[in-house]
Nanobody
Framework: QVQLVESGGGLVQAGGSLRLSCAASGNIVTVNAMGWSRQVPGKQRDLVAVQTKGGTTTAADSIKGRFTISRDNGNNTVYLQIDLLKPEDTAVYYC??????????????WGQGTQVIVSS
């Protein structure tokens, strides 16, 4: 099994910044991709950004220029720097990892989610 532990969410005023962190641990040989999605109650979970181990990034158009994803491959950790926060960024942010375990199978894992609330 793989555990994803997120941190860094909270309440922030519009225009402010947050840095979310997510560390993966457990049955890991390699983490092929790590990233973030977000979900507003009553709506579907949407991709924010994901980065491969090689550094290729896929990000939603709506967050480009304000969100920056980065990884520490050595520590199986992914970060999401969020600047110029807007009230519409309010959501639960979920960490994601695509992991190859010791059985050489690749599986997808999700964290418990961290709440981000942006006040206007």
């Amino acid at each position: 099994q793989v555990q994803l532990v997120e941190s860094g969410g909270g309440l922030v005023q519009a225009g402010g910044s947050l840095r979310l962190s997510c560390a993966a641990s457990g049955n890991i040989v390699t983490v092929n991709a790590m990233g973030w999605s977000r979900q507003v109650p009553g709506k579907q979970r949407d991709l924010v950004a994901v980065q491969t181990k090689g550094g290729t990034t896929t990000a939603a158009d709506s967050i480009k220029g304000r969100f920056t994803i980065s990884r520490d491959n050595g520590n199986n950790t992914v970060y999401l720097q969020i600047d110029l926060l807007k009230p519409e960024d309010t959501a639960v942010y979920y960490c994601y990892a695509r992991v190859m375990g010791r059985d050489l199978r690749t599986s997808d894992y999700w964290g418990q989610g961290t709440q981000v609330i942006v006040s206007s």
